[in-house]
């Protein structure tokens, strides 16, 4: 039958009867569709529209959904829909298509490609990863556990609160692919009813922890599209970004605009997402990682190795090697020995400099003065702080601090030699204060100077703008 631009069909897999509509050309590209839990093949139909004049689209109604039976024996488990799938593949003669999962259908997908990747020519999933917000789940249970018979217009007025991105009229639509009329004149969903009972007993879903979810989604190595709805409660966004870095070809879009349901949410930007990437794909954009040599090859070419012996480039290699350690070992050698040389040098010039000091019995008064005179303008040279602190100095200088200001000279004067002079001691007892002072004054300025001059440099390097740098990036092929 023809409605609307596509064809209800179905087939038999392993006695149970799979509903799917199709779309576009027969001898186009194919591309399979997988729905979420509680809805039908239809989710897709806006994205089918806009796609069908390039590929072959077949949205197939998952078991217990949609116009799909039901499983008599309640398997509802991850095993049970890959190998539907893998039927379906075969009924209708496909060798290598592309696979689009949403939610459910979406880890359905990447148990398919784990299972058969050689079918599997790229992989779109649709806001889905191997770790779901609990929250979003469980509005979803709640949505789908709801009142089992209603009047039509209020399972579209229900499901208008749960998404109102959506127009009253693209539910309403929406909802007669989701729903069946009862005997009694109301109408319920399509889904197996056994679903909305807690205590059903069926066997849904997988059994893996979530280390080894996660390990699905790293073994996938087909071109893989990740697309998350920018307002997903299902989906967040840490596991999104990490799921695109761990699969090794693949590429993360956020669609705005949409939830969980983002096929239907924003269907412009979703298929724009997904005709890019498979535009890309076609042209060789997500070309497959090269494995490296397995373990037990590179065993056998060390062991291999070890037998024939260096060859004649790790000889070479070598050398070069041997070169460089002698050559860095000469320059240290030469290095220390500069070192020690100079070293000695110093020494040998402290004594001579301590021989060539003033005669301790030919020190007078004014050449200590102007020793401390000089001292003082030295430390003035340091900036501001050294510049504060001669100005305290001097406004509290006494004669105690005119003999400590004279000793100071000469621990400067004696550096490097353990025999201070005593004569400059005793002249420091005769030390004229005011005079000084006055000499002070004089370093004062210089020191004034000097660290106005630094603090002007200081200003400038401040005043400098660092260059920005500006980081980019890219989402990873």
Request: proline content about 4%.
């Amino acid at each position: 039958m023809v409605t609307a631009g596509y064809l209800e069909r179905s087939v038999s897999v392993d006695g149970l009867n799979l509903s799917y509509q199709e779309w576009g050309s027969p001898s186009a590209p194919p591309i399979v569709m997988l729905h979420g839990f509680g809805v039908s093949g239809h989710m897709f139909d806006e994205f089918a529209e806009r796609t069908q004049d390039r590929y072959r689209l077949l949205a197939l109604d998952q078991r217990g959904h949609g116009d799909s039976d039901w499983a008599d024996d309640g398997d509802y488990s991850r095993d049970a829909f890959v190998a539907d799938l893998e039927g379906f593949r075969k009924a209708l003669g496909l060798d290598r298509f592309i696979l689009i999962g949403h939610s459910m259908g979406g880890l359905n997908a990447v148990s398919y490609t784990n299972a058969h990747p050689q079918h599997v020519r790229a992989l779109v999933l649709v806001d889905v990863g191997p770790e779901s917000a609990r929250e979003g789940v469980d509005n979803i249970v709640r949505f789908t556990r709801g009142p089992d018979e209603l009047e039509f217009e209020e399972f579209v007025e229900m499901a208008h609160r749960f998404n109102q991105r959506r127009t009253l009229e693209n539910i309403r639509e929406r909802m007669r692919h989701r729903l069946k009329p009862t005997e009694g004149g109301k109408w319920t969903w399509k889904f197996d009813k056994r679903f909305r009972q807690a205590d059903s007993g069926l066997k849904i879903g997988g059994s893996l922890s979530n280390d080894e979810s996660w390990q699905l989604f790293r073994n996938i190595n087909v071109p893989t599209l990740l697309v998350r709805g920018g307002e997903s409660d299902v989906l967040t966004p840490e596991v999104a970004e990490r799921c695109a870095q761990e699969i090794r070809r693949a590429r993360l879009v956020i669609v705005p605009g949409a939830g969980h349901s983002v096929p239907g949410d924003n269907p412009d930007a979703f298929t724009e997402a997904v005709r890019e990437f498979l535009a890309d794909v076609e042209t060789g954009q997500f070309e497959p990682v090269p494995d490296g040599p397995a373990l037990e090859q590179l065993v056998e070419e060390h062991s291999a190795a070890r037998r024939r012996g260096p060859s004649l480039t790790t000889l070479v290699i070598a050398g070069v090697g041997a070169m460089m350690v002698l050559a860095g070992a000469g320059y240290l050698v030469q290095r220390t020995a500069s070192k020690r040389k100079q070293k000695q040098n110093l020494r040998r010039r402290v004594p001579a400099g301590a021989v060539h000091l003033p005669s301790l019995h030919a020190v007078d008064v004014e050449h200590a003065r102007e020793r401390a005179a000089e001292v003082v303008a030295r430390l003035g040279t340091v900036g501001a702080t050294g510049t504060r602190r001669a100005r305290k100095s001097l406004n509290e200088v006494d004669l105690e601090r005119a003999r400590h200001a004279a000793q100071e000279a000469l621990a400067v004067l004696s550096e490097g030699s353990r025999h201070a002079p005593e004569v400059l001691r005793e002249a420091a007892h005769h030390v004229d204060t005011k005079a000084v002072k006055q000499r002070g004054t004089s370093a004062l300025a210089r020191g004034r100077h000097a660290g106005g001059t630094a603090m002007r440099l200081a200003g400038r390097m401040t005043r400098r703008k660092p260059r920005k740098h500006h980081r980019v990036m890219r989402w990873r092929n």
